[in-house]
């Protein structure tokens, strides 16, 4: 597929601040069914943090994430996972 099915994950506007951090600021990403999607950045980008906010790890400061549609921001990453975000 081309990325042109329906999307799976949405990530519109996350922040996430860790006291005066910003570690993420304003992220948007939308990955679609059949998409290979990549996170790339030098050490301290917030490549992990994205992905631990995305898993419930942390809840973002700031913006959404929905998985098919669902919203699960902030849940817990048990609840994520239930979802089948892993």
Known sequence: MNGNGRAVLQVEQVSRHFGALAALTHVDLEVRE???????????????????????????????????????????PAAVNRKGLA
Not at 36 to 52: C, D, E, H, M, R
């Open 34 to 76: 059949g998409e290979v999607f990549s996170v790339i950045g030098p050490n301290g980008a917030g490549k992990s943090t994205l992905f631990n906010v995305i898993t419930g790890l942390y809840p973002p400061t700031g913006g959404r994430v929905r998985f098919r549609g669902d919203e699960i921001t902030g849940r817990s």
